[in-house]
């Protein structure tokens, strides 16, 4: 959108349901969208193109019937993803579309990032009445 003009300068079309989050990747034209039906994709802002589809539902270690597909946030760095769409933290080798790592969590993570060495992630958490 052009903030000035109050326009849109361009749509970036691809998605098949509610698209939940987006990231941008640093000092790159590029931003990665996560959605509804389980995709993660990169697109190219200069021709707004994707360049690259990941279906994480697709991958048994990340696969989650029981909640659904959704991708609910997403953070990158360099070559490297880390998304939530279930249960767990997913760290993913970017270009090679590979999960390395999955990290379980207590309750589906709202919003992620990284930072310096660190993955830092957010998640509300409600106590028990037995305060557990």
Known sequence: MDLEM???RRALRGHTDYIHCLALRERSPEVLSGDEDGAVRLW???PAKEVQTMEVYKHEECSRPHSGRWIGCLATDSD???GVGGPALTLWHLRSST???IFPMRAPQ???TF???LILSAA???ASASGS
Do not use: M
């Open 124 to 126: 509300r958490v409600t």
């Open 6 to 8: 109050g326009t849109f």
């Open 99 to 101: 999960p390395t790592t």
């Open 44 to 46: 190219d802002l200069r």
């Open 115 to 117: 930072y310096q060495d």
């Open 110 to 112: 709202k919003h992620v």
């Open 80 to 82: 490297w993803i880390v």
